[in-house]
């Protein structure tokens, strides 16, 4: 806690309970306890990636066993809720926030007890949302999205001048050029950028590191893209979790944060000009292979659909297994990969709404931490009451918005624009 501040008991009480939320979850891993080993990927390609990988629910019990008692942990969560409303009442803002992360660390555990059952897809869904979600009453839903992008990046692939640069960068000269953009950003001895060999994705952001994996091939566009993704929004809003002083909660991300962390990074990627139609593909696919899952796909199909976009045996295995980790290849998705698209237009359309209604103050504390869209009217009083201070690092398109506020001034009127009349109009000069 900053020895140079005094704090009142209101306070201290706040901090306390807030500290026990954070040491509460540090054991839970949802990652870690739901990502399939190395011998279950050789083993599929022993068999020429012929046959289903061998992963059932005894495989999570003795290859991927909890760190933590999970009946005990769960009482914890219950304990602390409790307390929460004992010591700060039923109706106190940062108190239903506080409770609202306890009831979700509670279902993150009942998910993780369920691995390798109908249940665990059925949990992920409550915490992740489903394919098949629609944004609005009478919206299209993520599925759709998924497949229009998809039309509209198939458009893009037939022109050969877009095509992917080759991948000439080792995780070492990414590792290298990462940490010196970084430090620019956050002073020498904020992140640390290593090579890892443990991580399913090419790239993964710890509280103050990023991992790239070792044996991960990238271009320029590719390190640009996690400079964004990973290291100005992930990290950038852990450093200003822990930066709080008193809602110290703000470092650690249940699910629900999930959703806001992958919108707020898609966006940076699209407004600093990181993003690219490979990287969006990826993200797409993502969605539509959960989609596939969530309508009885298996492994094998789900696998198949990625070797059919002309991906190798690698990597179509590891996108497959993204889908079904946790569960089993013929069981209901893992559907956190959806956070990508479904935040981006969360995200999106809030900031748009904020520059509409001239609420520009409101955008900023994305980034006080790992917050949630729904608790940003809640944030904005907790920073007027000194519970939570502002974010200390911005990236620049958020230090200064008169760039992203003109952006979204017109793209709140391009919004009421037909499409269709413009696509009938403009048919003789496109």
Known sequence: MNDHVVFDEYQLTIRALSDRLVEAQAPIRVLDAIKWDDAIRQDFYTHQGKQPPRVDRDYYLKCRPLAFDPEAKKREFQNIE???????????????????????Y??????????GTQDFGLISQELY?????????GDPTLADLGLMLSDYLNNIAERGDLEDEPKTLTAKDAVEILQSRLSAVFGDDAIRVLESDGIVADAAAGA???????????????????EVHEGLVHVGTTLNGLNQPICTFLAKGPPSSTVTQEGLAILMEVIAFASYPV??????????AIHMAEEGADFMEVYRFYRDQGYGMEESYGSASRVFRGST?????FTKDLSYLKGFILIYNYIQLAVRKGRLEQIPLLFCGKTTLEDMRTLRQLVDEGLVIPPLYLPPQFRDLNALSAW???????????????????????
């Not at 979204?408 to 496109?430: G, P, Q």
């Open 82 to 104: 409790r307390d929460i409303t004992r010591l700060l009442g039923q109706f106190n803002p940062v108190g239903q926030i506080m409770r609202r992360m306890c009831r979700e």
């Open 329 to 333: 290849p013929d069981g209901l998705p």
């Open 279 to 288: 990287r969006l593909r990826k993200l797409t696919n993502r969605t539509r």
């Open 408 to 430: 979204m001034c017109f793209s709140n009127f391009l919004n009421h624009l037909s499409l269709e009349r413009i696509e009938a109009d403009y048919a003789n000069i496109l």
């Open 129 to 137: 949302g489903a394919a098949s979600d629609a944004f609005h009453a």
């Open 106 to 115: 509670r279902m993150v555990i009942r998910m993780l007890e369920a691995r």
């Open 208 to 226: 103050d590191y990023i991992k790239v994996r070792s044996d991960a091939m990238f271009n320029e566009r590719d390190v640009r893209a996690l």
